[in-house]
């Protein structure tokens, strides 16, 4: 396959191609063909136009997914201007300071946040244009307030003759040119503003269009929008990649709970599953587990004469769960529990799990499903050279390290945390421990940061702890903390169970004391757990649905 040298061309040619076909739809909503997303992209450009906005001036827009959001991401980046996507879930303030941060001349917003931020907060935009709509919000210009009361007739005007597919024509955009900002929230409490040029949004496409869409699946397939288009994980592999390819995208634009998400996949039968382990750990927990764990499924997986046809069932029902149509499910973002993907391998399922960071737009690693190995992240994708900082990387851990294609181009307005993250020779240091084995395959075993220090100066990585403890009873989720020379866990238990089994508070105390033994019964010494504390409210999480460890280190 011939590799993308231009973004915006893609997307023009994706466009024209598939010039009749269905492009977005709100789930349970409106639906835009690709000649709709190109009228409203043409008129997004004449706004611009009339007030002034040149290629390489900020745009913000933040806001839950929806058809108009892309809409208005794939319109800035058309027209040559750096798209600053914020996170919905971020709140007024830190709205307000990555707006002004980054320099934007104009704010898109969605419903909910529109009523929560204040324009005062943010002296230097232009405008606020409302996403559901596109109508004005604020305007602190005349050409602004102008163009939007005129637009129809400065379109008919500029298109007298009806907008054909000869009308697009996109920004020019060179690889190493930025294209959008993206502010992450990660888990310091702290948002660097991650600067990433076209290439790395061209290579991340170019590999999926490689690897997965053009040998797996077919044109005009359904895709599902479920992650955050404005976490890059959602956006790469959820909406550029699909829209490049010609597929109908359907977007959750309300909170994706687990019985909204289960309806989705089966209403749309999306031809890729891309997740987050939290979403299939519930499915899985919820709908599985309760199903195989009686006295006869087990009797029944312990026969070995048809131990293979109870598992090829079992596996059927799982992938129905998903819509039935999935080539694969792409799991990232987080580590997958070990007893869940235990499950889901010995099946035979479908599932693969990838890593990447923001910084690489997202993707550093993926192997297809076929080529999985039961622990990894994948192997290094096209274009990207991964290494492990570690005297012998198949058994001892070190940092990933990576280069290439779809490498940021530093932190905005932030010099000294680019140096930290970049070096000398480019590689890119992720904050991530692994090992590798000799085929190239990434095992992940923490993040540097969270590493603790035990009293006899072993290395004890908390993640791995909490995955232990999470498949125990009665245990939603988990965290490790130190407190002096000793490690407490805290958890936050599964209180729907324990309303099934009529436990009280007193019961959960015991259940963990006994999980406590258990778990350290298969802990080294200097990593044992010295108690269990119950947290009664879900853990806050990042969109990606990672723990934020720092809001708990001193509990």
Request: net charge negative; charged share 20%; with cysteine.
């Amino acid at each position: 396959m011939e590799l993308n040298n231009s973004f915006n061309q893609l997307i023009a040619k994706s466009i024209v191609s598939n010039w009749d076909f269905d492009a977005l739809t709100d789930y349970k909503g409106a639906t835009l063909q690709y000649h709709d997303v190109a009228r409203k992209i043409a008129k997004l450009h004449i706004l611009m136009e009339h007030i002034g906005v040149r290629p390489g001036d900020k745009v913000a827009l933040c806001g839950r997914n929806s058809a108009h959001w892309g809409v208005a991401f794939l319109g800035i980046l058309s027209y040559g201007a750096v798209a600053v996507p914020i996170l919905h879930e971020f709140n007024a303030e830190q709205v307000h300071n990555i707006v002004n941060h980054s320099d934007a001349r104009l704010l898109f917003v969605g419903d909910v946040v529109a009523k929560s931020i204040d324009g005062e907060q943010m002296p230097s935009l232009e405008g606020i244009i409302y996403l559901p709509d596109f109508s004005v919000f604020l305007s602190r210009s005349d050409k602004l307030t102008y163009a939007r009361e005129h637009l129809n007739e400065l379109f008919g005007k500029k298109y007298p003759r009806a907008f054909r597919k000869e009308h697009v024509s996109y920004y020019a955009d060179q690889p190493e040119e930025l294209a959008l900002i993206n502010y992450t929230s990660g888990t310091t409490g702290f948002s660097k503003g991650v600067m990433l040029p076209y290439r790395a949004l061209t290579g991340n496409i170019d590999f999926i269009h490689e690897e997965l869409a053009i040998p797996h699946m077919k044109p005009h397939c359904n895709m599902l929008s479920i992650l955050p288009m404005a976490h890059m994980y959602g956006m790469a592999v959820e909406f550029l990649f699909p829209f490049s390819f010609g597929a109908h995208i359907f977007f959750l634009t309300r909170l994706p709970s687990p019985a909204i998400i289960a309806q989705a996949f089966s209403d749309i039968k999306p031809a890729v599953i891309v997740a987050v382990p939290l979403i299939i750990e519930k499915i899985i927990r919820k709908k599985v587990f309760p199903k195989i764990q009686n006295n006869l499924v087990r009797l029944l997986l312990n026969m070995p004469m048809i131990n293979k046809k109870v598992k090829q069932k079992i596996c059927e029902q799982v992938y129905e769960a998903f819509g039935g149509n999935a080539y694969e499910i792409i799991i990232g973002g987080a580590a997958i529990n070990q007893e869940v993907e235990t499950f889901l391998n010995s099946i035979e399922f479908p599932y693969t799990v990838g890593y990447g960071t923001t910084e690489c737009a997202p993707l550093i690693a993926y192997s297809d499903w076929h080529e999985h190995a039961l622990g990894s992240c994948g192997r290094a994708v096209k274009g990207m050279e991964v290494r492990i900082l570690s005297r012998n990387p198949a058994y001892v851990e070190g940092e990933i390290v990576t280069r290439g294609q779809n490498v940021m181009l530093g932190y905005y307005k932030n010099e000294e945390a680019t140096a930290e993250a970049i070096d000398s020779e480019g590689w890119y240091h992720t904050g991530d421990l692994a090992t590798m084995d000799a085929g190239g395959n990434i095992f992940i075993r923490g993040r540097k940061k969270n590493m603790l220090l035990s009293s006899n100066g072993q290395n004890v990585y908390p993640e791995e702890i909490e995955d232990k403890l999470n498949s125990m009873a009665m245990v939603s989720e988990s965290i490790i903390i130190q407190q002096d020379d000793k490690f407490v866990a805290l958890v936050h238990p599964d209180y729907d169970e324990a309303r099934n089994l009529g436990f009280s508070d007193i019961d959960l105390c015991d259940v963990m004391e006994q999980n406590r033994q258990e778990l350290n019964a298969g802990l080294p010494a200097y990593s044992r757990i010295s108690s269990i504390v119950i947290h009664k409210e879900e853990f806050a999480k990042t969109p990606k649905k990672s723990i934020k460890r720092y809001l708990y280190q001193n509990v």
